[in-house]
């Protein structure tokens, strides 16, 4: 079973609505969250990183929550756009050393 | 600033063939990181080079797999014999310093015919 869970696997909004994706992890000792983007045929890209004291990061119309206790962060996109369509996965970082635990991802396709 | 490359972003072979393939990482990062997502699975973590030194191998799945970082620039992922079960996306991503964010490349999409 993977340390990292999300969901939902896929999500198909309209432009301009806004979501939510989920992410639970089991991943200890934890040094820290990211989410990444990924577009189609290109490598993850950084949207926010959270250690353990943060409970929100924002990267424009990203916004990530991370609650610690129950080991559970999600991912908001605000007046989403064609261009948010993309894999966002969620990574969980172990230990200092960069020992990263990958999501399967959520597949967001934004319609226009 | 020139990203992380790899090369080729595409390869098809047969079962039981060679394949090599190459990561150039951002210029100046010590660490480099390979990794695989597996169709429908998750990117997982296969080794870890600091300069020419493997530091983590952990995640390499057998000694069909062997990585080098000769003089700690670039990188090659040489898989042989190559099997069904070695397709996939590989990554490769470097950072500055180990506790520094990690820089992902486009990936090599790897079919094993």
């Known amino acids: 079973k993977n340390q990292v869970e999300q969901s939902p696997q896929s999500l198909i909004i309209l432009e301009g609505k806004n979501c939510t994706l989920q992410?639970?992890?089991?991943?200890?000792?934890?040094?820290?969250l990211r989410w990444y983007k990924q577009d189609t045929g290109r490598g993850p890209v950084s949207l926010t990183i959270?250690?353990?004291?943060?409970n929100t990061k924002s990267n424009g119309r990203y916004t990530a929550t991370l609650d610690a206790d129950t080991k559970q962060s999600s991912l908001h996109i605000t007046a989403s756009q064609l261009s948010d369509s993309a894999s966002y996965i969620c990574?969980?970082?172990?230990?200092?050393?960069?020992?990263?635990?990958f999501g399967a991802g959520t597949r967001l396709t934004v319609k226009p | 600033e020139a990203g992380v490359t790899q090369f080729p972003s595409h390869s098809v072979i047969e079962k039981g063939q060679t394949v090599t393939l190459r990561c150039d990482p951002i210029s100046g990062h010590d660490n480099l990181y390979w990794y695989r997502r597996v169709m429908g699975k998750e990117i997982k973590f296969l080794l870890h080079?600091?300069?020419?030194?493997?530091?983590?191998e952990s995640g390499m799945p057998n000694n069909r797999f062997l990585a080098e970082r000769t003089g700690g620039t670039y990188s090659t992922l040489k898989v042989q014999p190559a099997e069904l079960e070695d397709s996939g996306v590989y990554f490769c991503?470097?950072?500055?310093?180990?506790?520094?964010?990690?820089?992902f490349g486009p990936g090599t999409r790897l079919t094993v015919l």
């Open positions: 959270m250690t353990f004291s943060e």
């Open positions: 080079f600091v300069k020419e030194s493997k530091q983590d």
């Open positions: 991503a470097s950072s500055r310093r180990l506790d520094y964010e990690q820089f």
């Open positions: 990574v969980v970082s172990a230990d200092q050393n960069n020992d990263m635990r």
């Open positions: 992410c639970n992890y089991t991943v200890s000792p934890f040094s820290n």
